[in-house]
């Protein structure tokens, strides 16, 4: 039976304004998140992260149910206007100080702190000097960055830089659903995308600059992935092409290469050059030269994937009448974590870490005052198996992050959609692990080897 390394690493992962909460306490500044939130019919319930899970205040409680679940590493972000409440300048000493605690109660658990340096809660003052858009936003994280790894470093090792690029430059900057709400035409997309880009650059720069302990840098996009019909050549060759392309299409922000080609090959894609023509920002070889620095790891967020056929021309296969989804409407693809890391190791050459997998289930606590949830412990052993089957191929992925350790403030959706390995009650904010916290326990003291071999075939 295949197995996974023995130092493959078991995680569960977070973020700050989806679980923090204190939006307006110890001296944070606002967010575009927050203001978003402020805006009617913009979020499911007239939903907040004002509270959210209060982590803020129960650090050390979570750490140790983190620690519970059998994780031994921690992916957390930290909230960019809780340590510079303006985006720039002046220093909030509680914001760090809150991270030096919430570090050192992980370590004290035995769990290895994974920093996210941004995870989309945007400082509004910064916003409202134009963004992304504008041409210092670069400056401004790489300065941001510096302040973090300068008081971090010592006890931090291992950093991320942008979580889902893909996602917080369309949904906020394109249809509009996420904060700052906008709907940019191309152009001024695109031009935000570079910033972007470059901001990743000098954040990766300041790390290896400034670190007191040996970093392991990498970041957290969108995987992009598709799943081949079948595993013949062609089969597989089209889910490659498709993968690997830019196409001008609704939702032409979710692919692979207009991100990672800059970031791990120092330039944009030929066919998204083509297809972006005019409306591709300037940008010079120095530009190109701070977007690519050298990288440990390619973190990749994968939930789900379309078939793709190459029958004809290639495109995707319809899913049967009453194919299976979560409560999220994802459909559920277990392959997507077979051939996620394994053509994405293959394309850029660099060690696979899943920073997010999961989903949204139908959880609530039943008559026996248990959450029992074993919809989510079926869906993971169906991914966890193709990724296991990935490593064994020759993938070269070396952990897992369960999205996520705790329901939370789930974005446009509210706290109607429930991701946790821990339910949480948001009115007494009571944390209750469901089975699949102690199956995910289970899990990862065994290095995986409680995975049954084979499920049933979904159906």
């Known amino acids: 039976m ?55 205040g129960r650090y050390e409680q979570d750490a140790k149910l983190i620690a519970g679940a059998g994780a031994k590493a921690y992916r957390f972000s930290l909230s960019w206007p809780r340590i510079l409440p303006e985006g720039t300048g002046r220093v909030n000493a509680s914001g760090l100080a809150y991270y030096d605690k919430l570090v050192d109660a992980l370590l004290a658990n035995g769990v290895q702190p994974w920093a996210t340096l941004y995870h989309w ?11 992304w858009l504008n041409p210092d936003s670069p400056k401004w994280f790489a300065d941001y960055t510096s302040l973090v790894v300068d008081r971090l470093s010592d006890r931090v090792q291992h950093w991320m830089t942008l979580n889902e690029p893909q996602v917080f430059l369309c949904h906020g ?36 600059a400034r670190a007191r302990s040996t970093p392991t840098v990498g970041w957290a996009p969108v995987g992009e992935t598709r799943i081949p019909a079948t595993e013949s050549k062609a089969d597989i060759d089209a889910a490659r092409k498709s993968m690997f392309s830019v196409e001008d299409r609704p939702g032409w922000m979710f692919n692979n290469t207009w991100f990672s080609d800059p970031v791990v090959f120092g330039h944009y894609p030929d066919d998204g050059l083509r297809v972006f023509g005019r409306d591709v920002p300037r940008f010079t070889e120095n530009d190109l030269d701070i977007i690519k620095q050298p990288l440990d790891f390619y973190g990749v967020n994968i939930y789900q994937a379309p078939t793709i056929s190459a029958e004809s021309a290639p495109h995707h296969v319809k899913r049967k009448t009453g194919f299976p989804h979560t409560m999220f409407r994802w459909p559920v693809t277990p392959e997507a974590l077979y051939w996620g890391p394994k053509l994405l190791h293959e394309r850029y050459k660099l060690p696979v870490y899943i920073t997010e997998n999961g989903l949204a289930s139908m959880d609530w606590v039943h008559t026996d005052g248990k959450v029992h949830d074993q919809g ?84």
């Open 173 to 208: 900057h394109i249809d509009g659903i996420h904060a700052p709400g906008m709907k940019y035409s191309r152009p001024d997309a695109l031009l935000a995308t570079h910033h972007a880009l470059m901001a990743h650059g000098r954040s990766v720069q300041a790390i290896r």
């Open 121 to 131: 809660d945007f400082p509004l003052d910064l916003f409202h000097r134009g963004g």
């Open 2 to 56: 295949h197995q996974f390394p023995a130092d493959f690493l078991w995680g569960v992962a977070s973020a700050a304004y989806q679980v923090e909460g204190a939006f307006d306490s110890g001296g944070r500044g606002p967010s575009a998140w927050d203001a978003l939130c402020r805006v009617p019919g913009a979020i499911e319930n007239a939903d907040t992260g004002e509270q959210a899970c209060d982590q803020y």
């Open 376 to 459: 989510r412990i079926d869906f993971l052993t169906r991914y966890l198996r193709c990724l296991r089957r990935a490593v064994a191929d020759g993938a070269d992925v070396r952990g897992y992050f369960h999205w996520s350790i705790m329901d939370n403030f789930e974005w446009a959706e509210g706290y109607r959609m429930r991701f946790g390995l821990v339910y949480v009650d948001y009115e007494t904010l009571e944390r209750i692990p469901k089975d699949s916290y102690h199956w995910y326990k289970k899990l990862a003291e065994s290095n995986g080897a409680s995975l049954p071999e084979q499920p049933a075939k979904l159906r």
